[in-house]
């Protein structure tokens, strides 16, 4: 055990101090009998919390070398919500990615990302209905993880009025993408499906 009697802001105000902190980090991990932890130097920034990777990829490092990440992500920062397989981050860049494989659970209903609050879900027998709620004049985006690929997807307006809008599927994923106007007292959202229980499938 190493103890340092600096306060941890004193790491970051100058170069004297943050060489002390990499250093004794580095001679700490270099006693360790665990293969595991070892120091190995990165140009980079990961960290995980649940389905979310973050990351970012610094210009005055180590290498100039970008980031590769492999698997089936969500970019949260594509206004469309993109799935992609292979994610490259290039120095002085950053991502935001939702991990697809960190949750299997292929059963029920789960939006993964929208720019509109999700108020209420309810189910039916052949479909769900979704109440969510955004700003004016921010346009309405959502990707949702489904089972089966939808029949159609439902606009409810005010007059309880029905109307049919475009969806994209992605089968690898099994989620679907769609637009939609964004309205501060709710937007219903209808998804139908085939007359089957997918909460048991």
């Not at 120091?39 to 210009?59: A, F, Q």
């Not at 029905?162 to 599927?169: A, L, M, Q, R, T």
Request: with cysteine; charged share 25%.
């Amino acid at each position: 055990m190493t103890i340092l009697p600096n306060h941890p802001k004193e790491f970051a105000q100058n170069e004297q101090n943050a060489k002390l902190l990499k250093d004794t980090v580095k001679k700490a991990t270099e006693k360790s009998a665990q293969d595991s932890f070892r120091w190995d130097e990165k140009n980079y920034l990961l960290l995980r919390r649940g389905p979310y990777v973050i990351s970012s990829v610094m210009e005055e490092s180590v290498h100039m070398e970008p980031l590769r990440l492999s698997g089936l992500y969500v970019d949260l920062l594509d206004p469309n919500l993109s799935i992609k397989e292979e994610v490259t981050i290039l120095p002085g860049n950053q991502s935001l990615l939702y991990d697809l494989n960190s949750q299997t659970n292929e059963t029920d209903i789960q939006v993964i990302a929208s720019s509109s609050r999700m108020e209420s879900v309810e189910k039916a027998h052949n479909e769900y209905s979704i109440l969510m709620k955004g700003p004016l004049h921010v346009p309405g985006v959502c990707r949702i993880r489904y089972p089966v690929k939808p029949l159609k997807i439902l606009i409810v307006d005010e007059q309880n009025k029905e109307k049919s809008i475009n969806f994209e599927w992605d089968q690898r994923s099994n989620t679907f993408f769609f637009y939609y106007k964004n309205n501060p007292e709710g937007t219903k959202i209808k998804i139908l499906h085939y007359a089957v229980d997918i909460s048991s499938s």
